[in-house]
């Protein structure tokens, strides 16, 4: 019940803010398309290298550093708002 | 201005990114938990690539966000040996990673249907009179509708056309009336829709043999690609007690089929015993299986049912007086009619874990009955209705959360993703039929072109395919632990 709750929540939350937040495309299109011709690319090279083991691995490690970064964002402030004067990440 | 609004302003925003950051992450993980899946595709082999009967063995690897597997496929002679009839093989889907272990099974149906007009297709294979053919990937299908109206003889989807968003798309599910397996037991089919930015799973329960309408609603992004798989529960368990977990297995048909299992305060001095009726637990059984279990067989064990018969097995306890105790397990094994030993089928049971209807199902309350039994009883069902969460508000976070994937600023890094996940879609994920060129310049026509030095065949031609398939592998292995050292020193406090 609790979490069916904070689901529910977290669901409005995010639909209002996918409301609320503009759709900027920040990469140009060049860019992007850019990265889809590496990526196929790369791929042609799997023959003799594992290129879908690095990309698993890469995804891996980004994703690591996005959640450690956030919990080390997030351990700051908390330290700033105990009365931390500057933001150490 | 004071000279602390500039860091209460800082602290705002950083605090309203923050909660951003945490949505972001909540929904996806949610979302990617609902979305796991692991498609086979055949390695080394082309598209059309025959096997002509004789056994052959092919690594495969599933999509980059899963490990790699491998698995081996057996053709037998006499298997498609058949005139004018139909194999096929299903690669199949699952949806747990950790499913896949040594003995996953790829199923191959021999289809006793006569059928020399139609052309129907399959997903991952096709059909000819004497050989079967494996395709180099399911995602030959993909984008191509009109080969994935039939799936099989049996099991076919109406014909659909790429699907977008905000749409109402009505599917219906047929099944015909001769069926390849015993079409008795439950039998679901999995939808994977792919969009430009996220994937679902659908899972379709339907009565075998009946026609089953089902309407999907998406409203996202455009459907990109979508493959429906049919999850097969050929051999399932149903159980009423808990005490005893079966380990993923397979069995085969006309071979001693082991089944590990794990005896969790298992009643001691009972007798385990192995029944081919259903309806029966009795002492006599059909005496495939009977072992009497004491304290020293309590934990991991195996049973071993030779031959196993095709039909509802019973797996009873009894007490030491020979009378039936309780029924635990009801396991069904089904098979073609025409057994043959290649024939495995996987065991899917159901694990009683944390929650589940078997873990609440302590009976009903009873004033007689010992009160810890029902204050414990009550604490699990009161615990579980209080921190388990709907499965509606799951899926109503990973409906919702495709919405905001979009929008800046979580656009920065999905815009991105999904276009290098699209470049590296574009090419088959197993594709090893580059090549790596020199390039060279022909005097008679005044122009360049390329030679080619390296293919897919080149390494094992220098070193051998067992060879090759090591180098491959330890590429592998490197990878990961360069991925691990990394994380590892980063995780290591500065000094």
């Known amino acids: ?89 | 201005m004071t000279k602390n609004e500039p860091l209460k302003c800082a602290r705002k925003i950083i605090g309203v990114l923050a909660i951003g950051f945490f949505l972001f992450f909540a929904a996806k993980s949610v979302s990617a938990a609902n979305s796991e899946i692991i498609r086979f595709s055949v390695w080394g082999t082309g598209f059309g690539t025959t096997y002509d009967g004789q056994g052959s063995t092919v690594n495969c690897y599933d999509n980059f966000l899963n490990p790699n597997c491998e698995f081996s496929v057996g053709v037998s002679a006499q298997q498609f040996s058949y005139t004018n009839r139909r194999a096929m093989m299903l690669l199949m889907s699952v949806r747990d990673k950790d499913w896949i272990n040594s003995s996953t099974t790829i199923m191959a149906y021999y289809l006793g249907a006569n059928k020399t007009t139609d052309n129907y297709y399959a997903i991952g294979a096709s059909v000819s009179t004497t050989t079967i053919s494996i395709f180099d990937s399911p995602d030959y299908f993909l984008n191509s509708p009109e080969k994935l109206s039939r799936i099989s003889d049996d099991y076919y989807l109406e014909e659909v056309d790429k699907m977008y968003y905000t749409r109402w798309r009505s599917f219906t599910l047929n099944t015909a009336g001769k069926q390849f397996m015993q079409d008795n037991i439950g039998k679901k089919v999995i939808f994977t829709i792919f969009s430009g930015y996220d994937q679902n799973q659908e899972y379709i329960p339907y009565t075998p043999g009946t026609a089953t309408a089902y309407d999907y609603y998406y409203e996202g992004y455009p459907i990109t690609e979508w493959q429906p798989y049919i999850i097969s529960e050929e051999i399932f368990s149903t159980s009423t007690q808990g005490n005893i977990n079966f380990n993923n297995s397979s069995c085969c048909a006309d071979q001693a089929c082991t089944i590990p299992i794990n005896f969790d305060n298992f009643l001691n001095g009972s007798t385990l015993n192995w029944s081919i009726d259903p309806l029966i637990c009795n002492a006599l059984g059909d005496g495939d299986y009977s072992v009497k279990l004491d304290a020293f067989n309590k934990w991991p064990a195996s049973i071993t049912i030779n031959p196993q018969a095709e039909g509802v097995h019973t797996l009873c306890a009894w007490n030491s007086g020979g009378v039936a105790d309780k029924s635990l397990y009801n396991i069904q094994l089904n098979f073609y009619n025409g057994t043959s030993s290649e024939y495995c089928l996987p065991i899917v049971f159901e694990t009683p874990g944390f929650c589940t209807d078997e873990f609440l199902n302590c009976g009903d309350f009873d004033l007689t009955g010992s009160l810890w039994s029902n204050i414990f009883c009550g604490i699990k069902q009161a615990g579980c209705w209080l921190v388990v969460p709907a499965s509606s508000s799951i899926s109503w976070v990973k409906e919702v959360s495709p919405k905001i994937q979009n929008k800046f600023p979580f656009s920065a890094y999905f815009d991105l993703i999904n276009s290098m996940k699209s470049g590296l879609s574009m090419a088959e994920y197993d594709d090893r039929s580059g090549t790596f060129g020199l390039p060279m310049y022909d005097k008679a026509s005044s122009s360049f072109y390329m030679v080619n030095v390296l293919n897919a065949s080149s390494t094992e031609k220098a070193i051998g395919k067992d060879n090759a398939i090591l180098f491959r592998k330890t590429q592998t292995y490197f990878i990961w632990l360069f991925a691990s050292l990394y994380i590892l020193f980063r995780l290591a406090p500065k000094k």
């Open chain 1, 1 to 89: 019940m609790i979490f069916t709750i904070i689901f529910y929540i977290i669901g409005i939350l995010v639909l209002v803010f996918a409301n609320l937040l503009p759709v900027w495309n920040i990469y140009p299109e060049a860019m992007t398309d850019a990265f889809s011709y590496f990526g196929a690319s790369l791929m042609k090279l799997n023959f003799i290298f594992d290129i879908y083991t690095l990309c698993a691995a890469l995804v891996l490690v980004l994703q690591f550093e996005a959640l450690y970064m956030t919990t080390k964002i997030l351990i700051s402030i908390i330290h700033t708002i105990r009365g931390n004067k500057t933001i150490d990440v």
